[in-house]
């Protein structure tokens, strides 16, 4: 043992108190700062990542209701190719209008919730693509080619709220039904309001015309095919998104019920009112509101989740703050602590030898009486116990 401390020891032999003092305490204090540092800078992080999910909920709230416009413009936009020369298309052209300025204005106002300027560069990147083509279908004279670019735009918007999704964090939560919650309004329910979406147009503009050709009515058994197949993997996914959190269950059972019945209700409207009916004469505009209606069971249950995942957001941040909070304190008081024992001891040990030191030359000098009286119990005092021993056994 003593070979293998000796170069322990002949270091420490070299070495004045202070100096001995100084070395333990920088090789003892520097590897616990640096391990409180990266402590405290992950709870940071971590209650920085939750902020920047929570502000980027409400962009993501706007890209949702981007795409839901550019549905309702590509719908009227697909009425308006069949009926608009017939003067039956009803008031299509003016909201058509109306959506397209809003619209535009909606995709101007948007702007990155992230500092990353990489990111930037990306969000930006795509929003000013999708301002471009959305120009360019307003200029656009044919309005089978206008109907084709706003389809796009509707597949861009989709890819757009992914983009926010995953630039925020959301995407890649620590909480899985975060993640799923996440993935259900920007990958799962557009497929439920494209394909009604799809029926809506169809069906408004075969009732507008008085027949069902033979193309649409190819195309509505096709739609009818893709809503009962749709009907399995959406309640799936429903139940997937939903089963990981008792809390995400008890709040969005009932929207996600009423978005998924909607698909059934849109199927038995369309057989019922197009397909199977035994003539067209329905106004339009009524089939419209219906399946609008039913398109808007899935936007309510998005709005919904996106509510949801505010409030639990809040409530991690505001976790995440005490968390932070109370381990910044508790570090700063224990570090204050170890340097304010450490600052005693040194002094109590510099005293103790100091008086020590005093009381030996007085012995020196010949004086014999002065006693030595120790503060402290520890090796110090026992030494200056031995030392008054020593002086009165001379005595002697």
């Given at each position: ?10 270091l ?7 100096m001995k003092f100084s ?7 520097v ?11 992950d ?9 920047v ?5 409400d ?8 795409r839901r ?10 009425i308006?190719?069949?009926l ?25 106002g948007?702007?990155?919730?992230t500092?990353?300027?990489?990111q ?6 795509k ?6 083509a ?19 735009l509707?597949?861009?918007?989709q ?12 995407s890649?939560?620590?909480q ?11 990958s799962?329910?557009?497929?439920v ?18 027949f069902?050709?033979s ?9 009818l ?5 749709l009907?399995?993997e ?12 008792k809390?995400?269950r ?12 909607s698909?059934?209700k849109a ?11 035994d ?5 339009w505009q009524g089939?419209?509101d219906q399946v ?12 919904a989740?996106?509510t949801?995942?505010g409030?639990?957001l809040?409530?991690?941040l ?9 381990q910044a304190v ?5 570090f ?5 024992l450490?600052g005693g ?6 005293t103790?030898l100091k ?7 007085k ?12 503060n ?7 030494l200056?116990?031995?030392f008054?021993?020593t ?6």
């Amino acid at each position: 043992m003593k070979s293998l401390l000796y170069p322990a020891v002949a270091l420490m032999n070299r070495l004045s108190f202070g100096m001995k003092f100084s070395l333990i305490s920088v090789l003892f204090l520097v590897p616990m700062l640096v391990t409180n540092f990266y402590l405290v800078r992950d709870s940071y992080r971590e209650f920085q990542a939750t902020r920047v999910e929570l502000q980027s909920l409400d962009l993501l709230g706007s890209s949702l209701k981007l795409r839901r416009d550019l549905e309702t413009l590509n719908n009227l936009v697909q009425i308006n190719v069949v009926l608009g020369q017939s003067g039956k298309a009803g008031n299509a052209e003016s909201q058509i209008s109306t959506l397209e300025q809003s619209v535009l204005a909606h995709l101007q106002g948007l702007t990155a919730m992230t500092t990353d300027p990489e990111q930037i560069v990306v969000f930006d990147g795509k929003r000013d693509e999708m301002i471009a083509a959305f120009k360019a279908q307003q200029t656009e004279k044919s309005l089978q080619s206008k109907s084709a670019l706003i389809g796009k735009l509707v597949g861009s918007a989709q890819i757009f709220s992914q983009i926010i999704a995953s630039q925020a964090g959301l995407s890649r939560d620590n909480q899985s039904d975060m993640r799923q919650l996440s993935e259900l309004i920007t990958s799962v329910t557009p497929a439920v309001t494209q394909l009604l979406g799809d029926g809506r147009a169809m069906g408004s503009y075969s009732l507008g015309q008085g027949f069902l050709n033979s193309s649409s009515s190819t195309r509505f058994d096709e739609l009818l095919a893709q809503i009962e197949k749709l009907q399995a993997e959406y309640g799936l996914k429903l139940q997937d998104a939903l089963a990981s959190s008792k809390a995400a269950r008890e709040t969005l059972a009932a929207q996600a019920d009423s978005s998924k019945a909607s698909l059934k209700k849109a199927s038995e409207l369309f057989e019922e009112q197009v397909v199977m009916a035994d003539t067209l004469d329905a106004p339009w505009q009524g089939f419209y509101d219906q399946v609008t209606g039913l398109m808007d069971q899935t936007y309510q249950l998005n709005e919904a989740t996106l509510t949801f995942l505010g409030n639990q957001l809040q409530q991690r941040l505001e976790q995440n703050r005490t968390h932070m909070i109370l381990q910044a304190v508790a570090l700063s008081v224990v570090f204050v602590l170890i340097f304010y024992l450490y600052g005693g001891f040194y002094a109590s040990t510099r005293t103790t030898l100091k008086r020590l030191g005093g009381v030996m030359d007085k012995v020196a000098a010949g004086d014999m009486t002065v006693t030595f009286s120790a503060n402290s119990r520890d090796e110090l005092g026992e030494l200056g116990e031995v030392f008054n021993g020593t002086v009165k056994k001379s005595m002697i």
